[in-house]
Protein backbone atom coordinates (compact mmCIF):
# COMPACT_ATOMS: atom_id res chain seq x y z
CA UNK A 1 0.00 0.00 0.00
CA UNK A 2 1.58 3.57 -1.10
CA UNK A 3 1.63 6.38 2.03
CA UNK A 4 0.78 9.69 1.06
CA UNK A 5 1.64 11.51 4.39
CA UNK A 6 5.06 12.67 5.81
CA UNK A 7 5.04 9.94 8.85
CA UNK A 8 7.43 7.14 9.20
CA UNK A 9 6.13 3.15 9.20
CA UNK A 10 6.03 1.75 12.45
CA UNK A 11 7.63 -1.65 12.17
CA UNK A 12 9.81 -2.03 15.17
CA UNK A 13 9.34 -4.70 18.36
CA UNK A 14 11.18 -4.40 21.13
CA UNK A 15 13.16 -7.71 19.79
CA UNK A 16 14.39 -5.72 16.63
CA UNK A 17 14.31 -2.20 18.69
CA UNK A 18 17.31 -4.08 21.33
CA UNK A 19 18.99 -5.80 18.02
CA UNK A 20 19.06 -1.93 16.67
CA UNK A 21 20.40 -0.47 19.47
CA UNK A 22 23.22 -3.11 20.08
CA UNK A 23 23.87 -3.28 16.66
CA UNK A 24 25.29 0.31 18.01
CA UNK A 25 26.62 -0.51 21.03
CA UNK A 26 28.35 -3.75 20.52
CA UNK A 27 30.24 -2.35 17.69
CA UNK A 28 33.93 -1.08 16.53
CA UNK A 29 34.38 0.29 19.92
CA UNK A 30 35.07 -2.87 21.63
CA UNK A 31 37.82 -3.51 19.74
CA UNK A 32 39.66 -0.17 19.94
CA UNK A 33 37.99 1.48 23.13
CA UNK A 34 39.81 -0.52 25.56
CA UNK A 35 42.91 0.20 24.94
CA UNK A 36 43.02 4.19 24.54
CA UNK A 37 40.92 3.81 28.34
CA UNK A 38 43.66 1.39 29.59
CA UNK A 39 45.96 3.89 28.99
CA UNK A 40 44.50 6.98 30.31
CA UNK A 41 43.42 4.94 33.38
CA UNK A 42 45.90 2.09 34.22
CA UNK A 43 44.64 -0.03 37.23
CA UNK A 44 41.42 2.16 37.12
CA UNK A 45 40.17 0.59 33.79
CA UNK A 46 37.45 -1.17 34.96
CA UNK A 47 36.22 1.48 37.84
CA UNK A 48 36.34 3.52 34.53
CA UNK A 49 33.89 0.75 32.86
CA UNK A 50 31.79 0.88 35.64
CA UNK A 51 31.21 5.57 36.01
CA UNK A 52 30.80 4.82 32.43
CA UNK A 53 28.37 2.06 32.58
CA UNK A 54 25.89 4.35 35.61
CA UNK A 55 26.11 7.64 33.42
CA UNK A 56 24.99 5.58 30.68
CA UNK A 57 22.01 3.93 32.56
CA UNK A 58 20.85 7.43 33.65
CA UNK A 59 21.17 8.67 30.18
CA UNK A 60 19.31 5.52 28.82
CA UNK A 61 16.36 5.48 31.53
CA UNK A 62 15.82 9.46 30.50
CA UNK A 63 15.91 8.93 27.13
CA UNK A 64 13.02 6.02 27.15
CA UNK A 65 10.94 7.95 29.76
CA UNK A 66 11.28 11.01 26.97
CA UNK A 67 11.16 8.97 23.72
CA UNK A 68 7.75 7.09 25.51
CA UNK A 69 6.21 10.40 25.25
CA UNK A 70 7.50 11.61 22.34
CA UNK A 71 7.62 8.68 20.35
CA UNK A 72 9.11 10.78 16.82
CA UNK A 73 12.34 10.86 14.78
CA UNK A 74 14.79 13.02 16.28
CA UNK A 75 15.40 11.49 19.78
CA UNK A 76 16.94 14.58 22.08
CA UNK A 77 16.51 17.38 19.41
CA UNK A 78 12.86 16.63 19.68
CA UNK A 79 12.54 16.47 23.52
CA UNK A 80 14.96 19.46 23.89
CA UNK A 81 12.48 21.96 21.81
CA UNK A 82 9.30 20.16 23.57
CA UNK A 83 10.90 20.15 27.25
CA UNK A 84 13.36 23.28 27.34
CA UNK A 85 12.80 25.22 23.87
CA UNK A 86 13.62 25.94 20.20
CA UNK A 87 17.20 26.54 21.38
CA UNK A 88 18.01 23.42 23.40
CA UNK A 89 16.66 21.24 20.69
CA UNK A 90 18.44 22.73 17.63
CA UNK A 91 21.39 22.16 19.97
CA UNK A 92 21.37 18.72 20.63
CA UNK A 93 20.33 18.00 17.22
CA UNK A 94 23.21 19.67 15.78
CA UNK A 95 25.64 18.56 17.92
CA UNK A 96 24.33 15.05 17.19
CA UNK A 97 24.18 15.23 13.69
CA UNK A 98 27.61 17.23 12.85
CA UNK A 99 29.55 14.87 15.35
CA UNK A 100 27.93 11.55 14.64
CA UNK A 101 28.58 12.14 11.01
CA UNK A 102 32.46 12.22 11.64
CA UNK A 103 31.44 9.46 13.58
CA UNK A 104 30.28 7.53 10.26
CA UNK A 105 32.94 8.11 8.25
CA UNK A 106 35.15 6.79 10.77
CA UNK A 107 33.45 3.65 11.14
CA UNK A 108 33.44 3.50 7.62
CA UNK A 109 37.34 3.71 7.82
CA UNK A 110 37.38 1.55 10.08
CA UNK A 111 35.98 -1.11 7.92
CA UNK A 112 38.44 -0.44 5.31
CA UNK A 113 41.41 -0.63 7.59
CA UNK A 114 40.22 -4.41 8.39
CA UNK A 115 39.31 -5.30 5.16
CA UNK A 116 41.62 -3.99 2.37
CA UNK A 117 44.18 -1.78 4.66
CA UNK A 118 45.65 -0.25 1.12
CA UNK A 119 42.45 0.67 -0.21
CA UNK A 120 40.60 1.75 3.05
CA UNK A 121 39.07 4.75 1.56
CA UNK A 122 37.69 2.78 -1.43
CA UNK A 123 36.31 0.24 0.93
CA UNK A 124 34.71 2.61 2.84
CA UNK A 125 33.14 4.52 0.06
CA UNK A 126 31.65 0.90 -0.76
CA UNK A 127 30.54 -0.16 2.67
CA UNK A 128 28.92 3.75 2.86
CA UNK A 129 26.53 3.51 -0.58
CA UNK A 130 25.53 -0.29 0.53
CA UNK A 131 24.37 0.62 3.46
CA UNK A 132 22.83 3.42 2.76
CA UNK A 133 21.05 1.30 -0.12
CA UNK A 134 19.87 -1.46 2.73
CA UNK A 135 18.59 1.79 5.03
CA UNK A 136 16.72 3.18 1.91
CA UNK A 137 15.14 -0.16 1.36
CA UNK A 138 13.21 0.46 4.47
CA UNK A 139 13.29 0.15 8.37
CA UNK A 140 12.50 -3.92 8.32
CA UNK A 141 15.51 -4.55 6.15
CA UNK A 142 18.12 -2.75 7.84
CA UNK A 143 16.60 -4.80 11.25
CA UNK A 144 17.22 -7.86 9.48
CA UNK A 145 20.64 -7.17 8.81
CA UNK A 146 21.76 -5.71 11.92
CA UNK A 147 20.25 -8.76 13.89
CA UNK A 148 22.45 -10.78 11.62
CA UNK A 149 25.91 -8.80 12.50
CA UNK A 150 25.22 -8.54 15.97
CA UNK A 151 24.89 -12.57 16.35
CA UNK A 152 28.53 -12.92 14.36
CA UNK A 153 30.29 -9.91 16.65
CA UNK A 154 28.72 -11.77 19.82
CA UNK A 155 29.76 -14.84 18.67
CA UNK A 156 33.37 -13.60 18.18
CA UNK A 157 33.57 -11.50 21.28
CA UNK A 158 32.07 -15.23 23.12
CA UNK A 159 35.49 -17.02 21.51
CA UNK A 160 37.73 -14.30 22.50
CA UNK A 161 36.01 -14.54 26.11
CA UNK A 162 36.84 -18.66 26.53
CA UNK A 163 39.79 -18.64 24.89
CA UNK A 164 41.75 -15.45 26.97
CA UNK A 165 40.24 -16.63 30.20
CA UNK A 166 40.68 -20.76 29.30
CA UNK A 167 44.66 -19.71 28.89
CA UNK A 168 47.39 -20.22 30.54
CA UNK A 169 48.03 -17.02 30.33
CA UNK A 170 45.61 -15.79 32.02
CA UNK A 171 46.61 -14.76 35.54
CA UNK A 172 43.88 -13.02 38.20
CA UNK A 173 46.59 -10.50 39.17
CA UNK A 174 46.47 -8.73 36.21
CA UNK A 175 42.89 -7.40 37.42
CA UNK A 176 44.30 -5.08 40.10
CA UNK A 177 42.31 -2.91 40.89
CA UNK A 178 43.50 0.86 41.82
CA UNK A 179 44.01 4.65 40.93
CA UNK A 180 47.83 4.14 39.03
CA UNK A 181 46.31 7.28 36.89
CA UNK A 182 44.45 9.06 39.04
CA UNK A 183 40.80 9.53 39.26
CA UNK A 184 40.86 12.27 36.44
CA UNK A 185 42.47 9.09 34.57
CA UNK A 186 39.47 7.05 35.54
CA UNK A 187 36.60 9.92 34.44
CA UNK A 188 38.85 10.21 30.99
CA UNK A 189 38.75 6.66 30.31
CA UNK A 190 34.96 6.46 31.32
CA UNK A 191 34.72 9.35 28.43
CA UNK A 192 36.27 7.33 26.65
CA UNK A 193 34.45 3.93 26.84
CA UNK A 194 31.30 5.77 27.62
CA UNK A 195 30.62 5.73 23.65
CA UNK A 196 30.17 1.56 24.22
CA UNK A 197 26.95 2.21 25.55
CA UNK A 198 25.76 5.09 23.48
CA UNK A 199 23.90 3.11 20.70
CA UNK A 200 20.80 2.78 22.58
CA UNK A 201 19.95 6.56 21.16
CA UNK A 202 19.05 5.04 18.05
CA UNK A 203 16.27 3.18 19.61
CA UNK A 204 14.72 6.50 20.62
CA UNK A 205 15.74 8.02 17.67
CA UNK A 206 14.12 5.81 15.65
CA UNK A 207 10.52 6.25 17.93
CA UNK A 208 8.61 7.14 15.23
CA UNK A 209 9.42 3.47 13.55
CA UNK A 210 8.13 1.40 16.56
CA UNK A 211 5.29 -0.31 17.65
CA UNK A 212 3.74 0.72 20.43
CA UNK A 213 6.87 3.14 21.72
CA UNK A 214 5.19 3.92 25.22
CA UNK A 215 5.32 0.08 25.84
CA UNK A 216 8.27 -0.56 23.58
CA UNK A 217 11.17 1.65 23.74
CA UNK A 218 11.41 1.84 28.28
CA UNK A 219 11.30 -2.64 28.04
CA UNK A 220 14.13 -2.03 24.74
CA UNK A 221 16.62 0.55 25.83
CA UNK A 222 17.40 -0.63 29.53
CA UNK A 223 17.52 -4.34 27.73
CA UNK A 224 20.04 -3.46 25.02
CA UNK A 225 22.07 -1.20 27.68
CA UNK A 226 22.25 -4.46 30.48
CA UNK A 227 23.49 -6.94 27.55
CA UNK A 228 25.93 -4.66 26.77
CA UNK A 229 27.16 -4.27 29.82
CA UNK A 230 27.64 -7.65 29.99
CA UNK A 231 29.46 -8.02 27.02
CA UNK A 232 31.87 -5.41 27.69
CA UNK A 233 32.31 -6.45 31.40
CA UNK A 234 33.22 -9.86 30.06
CA UNK A 235 35.95 -8.70 27.31
CA UNK A 236 37.47 -6.27 29.26
CA UNK A 237 38.39 -8.53 32.28
CA UNK A 238 39.25 -11.40 29.44
CA UNK A 239 41.74 -9.02 27.82
CA UNK A 240 43.40 -7.38 31.52
CA UNK A 241 43.65 -11.36 32.67
CA UNK A 242 45.82 -11.85 29.44
CA UNK A 243 47.60 -8.48 28.62
CA UNK A 244 47.78 -6.88 31.79
CA UNK A 245 46.46 -2.65 32.15
CA UNK A 246 50.33 -1.74 30.74
CA UNK A 247 50.24 -3.87 27.44
CA UNK A 248 46.53 -3.12 27.05
CA UNK A 249 47.09 0.76 26.91
CA UNK A 250 50.02 0.74 24.18
CA UNK A 251 48.02 -1.80 21.99
CA UNK A 252 46.38 -0.58 18.90
CA UNK A 253 44.42 -3.94 18.55
CA UNK A 254 43.46 -5.30 22.07
CA UNK A 255 41.51 -8.09 21.20
CA UNK A 256 43.67 -9.58 18.66
CA UNK A 257 46.79 -9.42 21.02
CA UNK A 258 45.12 -10.95 23.51
CA UNK A 259 44.49 -13.98 21.14
CA UNK A 260 47.76 -14.01 19.85
CA UNK A 261 49.41 -14.07 23.83
CA UNK A 262 46.45 -16.14 24.88
CA UNK A 263 48.12 -18.93 22.74
CA UNK A 264 45.51 -18.91 19.60
CA UNK A 265 47.16 -16.79 16.69
CA UNK A 266 44.46 -18.68 14.21
CA UNK A 267 42.06 -16.93 16.08
CA UNK A 268 43.39 -13.19 14.62
CA UNK A 269 42.10 -13.34 11.60
CA UNK A 270 38.47 -14.24 12.88
CA UNK A 271 39.03 -11.41 15.38
CA UNK A 272 40.18 -8.65 12.22
CA UNK A 273 36.85 -10.14 10.27
CA UNK A 274 34.62 -9.70 13.72
CA UNK A 275 36.12 -6.23 13.58
CA UNK A 276 35.11 -5.23 10.47
CA UNK A 277 31.67 -6.15 10.66
CA UNK A 278 30.85 -4.78 14.37
CA UNK A 279 32.23 -1.67 12.56
CA UNK A 280 29.78 -1.95 9.83
CA UNK A 281 27.09 -2.67 12.33
CA UNK A 282 27.93 0.17 13.84
CA UNK A 283 28.03 2.24 10.53
CA UNK A 284 24.33 0.99 10.02
CA UNK A 285 22.72 2.15 12.68
CA UNK A 286 24.79 5.54 13.25
CA UNK A 287 23.35 6.49 9.83
CA UNK A 288 20.22 5.51 10.78
CA UNK A 289 20.09 7.64 13.72
CA UNK A 290 21.89 10.66 11.98
CA UNK A 291 18.96 10.75 8.79
CA UNK A 292 16.50 10.99 11.18
CA UNK A 293 17.59 14.10 13.54
CA UNK A 294 18.43 15.22 9.90
CA UNK A 295 14.18 14.36 9.12
CA UNK A 296 13.39 15.66 12.29
CA UNK A 297 15.50 19.37 12.07
CA UNK A 298 14.21 19.80 8.32
CA UNK A 299 10.69 19.23 9.48
CA UNK A 300 11.81 22.58 12.09
CA UNK A 301 13.95 24.69 9.24
CA UNK A 302 16.83 24.01 10.72
CA UNK A 303 18.00 22.04 8.00
CA UNK A 304 16.41 22.48 3.77
CA UNK A 305 12.88 21.43 3.64
CA UNK A 306 13.55 19.18 0.81
CA UNK A 307 15.24 16.71 3.64
CA UNK A 308 11.85 16.23 5.24
CA UNK A 309 10.36 14.02 2.46
CA UNK A 310 9.25 10.24 3.54
CA UNK A 311 9.34 7.72 0.73
CA UNK A 312 6.12 7.15 -0.03
CA UNK A 313 6.75 3.59 -0.65
CA UNK A 314 9.26 2.45 1.86
CA UNK A 315 7.96 4.60 4.67
CA UNK A 316 11.41 6.43 5.13
CA UNK A 317 13.19 9.65 5.12
CA UNK A 318 15.16 8.81 1.92
CA UNK A 319 16.34 12.09 0.97
CA UNK A 320 18.21 12.77 4.37
CA UNK A 321 19.66 8.89 4.15
CA UNK A 322 20.90 9.63 0.88
CA UNK A 323 22.52 13.18 2.12
CA UNK A 324 24.29 12.06 5.25
CA UNK A 325 25.21 8.98 2.73
CA UNK A 326 26.43 11.38 0.37
CA UNK A 327 28.23 13.41 2.94
CA UNK A 328 29.56 10.43 4.75
CA UNK A 329 31.13 8.79 1.65
CA UNK A 330 32.76 12.36 0.47
CA UNK A 331 34.33 12.36 4.16
CA UNK A 332 35.27 8.76 3.81
CA UNK A 333 36.89 9.25 0.35
CA UNK A 334 38.48 12.33 1.09
CA UNK A 335 39.80 12.56 5.27
CA UNK A 336 41.26 10.06 7.20
CA UNK A 337 38.98 11.34 10.53
CA UNK A 338 39.83 8.63 12.64
CA UNK A 339 42.34 10.40 14.97
CA UNK A 340 40.58 13.68 14.28
CA UNK A 341 37.15 12.83 15.84
CA UNK A 342 37.66 14.14 19.47
CA UNK A 343 34.98 16.59 19.05
CA UNK A 344 32.20 13.91 18.31
CA UNK A 345 32.98 12.80 22.38
CA UNK A 346 32.18 16.13 23.56
CA UNK A 347 29.20 16.64 21.48
CA UNK A 348 27.74 12.98 22.28
CA UNK A 349 27.77 14.20 25.98
CA UNK A 350 26.33 17.46 25.29
CA UNK A 351 23.45 15.68 23.79
CA UNK A 352 22.71 13.30 26.19
CA UNK A 353 23.22 16.57 28.38
CA UNK A 354 20.16 18.16 26.93
CA UNK A 355 18.60 14.44 26.90
CA UNK A 356 18.40 14.34 30.96
CA UNK A 357 17.80 18.31 32.13
CA UNK A 358 14.15 17.74 29.64
CA UNK A 359 13.92 14.46 31.52
CA UNK A 360 14.05 16.48 34.28
CA UNK A 361 11.02 18.49 33.62
CA UNK A 362 8.69 15.94 33.16
CA UNK A 363 8.02 15.19 37.06
CA UNK A 364 8.21 18.00 40.13
CA UNK A 365 8.91 14.74 42.10
CA UNK A 366 12.21 14.70 43.42
CA UNK A 367 12.82 11.02 43.68
CA UNK A 368 11.91 11.23 40.04
CA UNK A 369 14.35 13.96 39.48
CA UNK A 370 17.21 12.02 40.58
CA UNK A 371 18.48 9.73 37.85
CA UNK A 372 18.76 12.99 35.40
CA UNK A 373 20.34 15.01 37.68
CA UNK A 374 22.86 12.45 37.89
CA UNK A 375 22.82 12.01 34.51
CA UNK A 376 23.48 15.51 33.66
CA UNK A 377 26.32 15.90 36.07
CA UNK A 378 28.00 12.82 34.82
CA UNK A 379 27.71 14.12 31.17
CA UNK A 380 29.18 17.76 32.19
CA UNK A 381 31.89 15.65 34.17
CA UNK A 382 33.03 13.31 31.22
CA UNK A 383 32.64 15.90 28.49
CA UNK A 384 35.45 17.92 30.47
CA UNK A 385 37.44 15.10 31.14
CA UNK A 386 37.64 14.41 28.03
CA UNK A 387 41.59 15.39 26.79
CA UNK A 388 42.02 19.34 26.03
CA UNK A 389 42.15 19.39 22.54
CA UNK A 390 38.97 17.39 22.18
CA UNK A 391 36.88 19.60 24.73
CA UNK A 392 38.64 22.55 22.69
CA UNK A 393 37.26 21.42 19.61
CA UNK A 394 34.12 20.36 20.84
CA UNK A 395 33.15 23.52 22.47
CA UNK A 396 33.97 25.44 18.59
CA UNK A 397 31.98 22.89 16.95
CA UNK A 398 28.77 23.65 18.98
CA UNK A 399 29.41 27.50 19.00
CA UNK A 400 29.40 27.24 15.38
CA UNK A 401 25.87 25.70 15.31
CA UNK A 402 25.40 28.02 17.98
CA UNK A 403 26.32 31.15 15.22
CA UNK A 404 24.57 29.63 12.39
CA UNK A 405 21.34 29.55 14.86
CA UNK A 406 21.50 32.94 15.51
CA UNK A 407 22.23 34.04 11.88
CA UNK A 408 19.04 32.07 10.97
CA UNK A 409 17.05 34.10 13.50
CA UNK A 410 18.39 37.02 12.56
CA UNK A 411 17.73 36.55 8.81
CA UNK A 412 14.20 35.41 9.83
CA UNK A 413 13.42 38.59 11.42
CA UNK A 414 14.70 40.93 9.45
CA UNK A 415 12.70 39.43 6.60
CA UNK A 416 9.66 39.31 8.79
CA UNK A 417 10.29 42.96 9.42
Same mark, same amino acid.
Given at each position: ?? !???????????????? +?????????????????????????????????????????? +?????????????????????????????????????????????????????????????????????????????????????? !????????????????????????????????????????????????????????????????? #?????????????????LVVYACVAVAVLAVLGAGPLGRTAAP?? #???????????????????? +????????????????????????????????????????????????????????????????????????????? +????????????? !??????????????????????????????????????????????? !????
Amino acid at each position: MT !RTDDSLRRTLGVRDAV +VVGLGSMVGAGVFSALGPAARAAGSGLLPGLAVAAVVAYCNA +VSSARLAARYPASGGTYVYGRERLGAFWGYLAGWAFVVGKTASCAAMALTVGAYVWPGQAHAVAVVAVVALTAVNYGGIQKSAWLT !RAIVAVVLAVLAAVVVVCLTSGRASAGRLDIGLSSGAGGVLQAAGLLFFAFAGYARIATLGEEVR #DPARTIPRAVPLALGIALVVYACVAVAVLAVLGAGPLGRTAAPLA #DAVRAAGAPGLVPVVRAGAA +VAALGSLLALVLGVSRTTLAMARDGHLPGALAAVHPRFGVPHRAELAVGAVVAVLAATVDVRGAIGFSSFGVLAYYA +VANASAWTLSPAT !RARVVPAVGLLGCATLAFALPAASVAVGAGVLAAGVAAYGVRRWWAA !RRGA
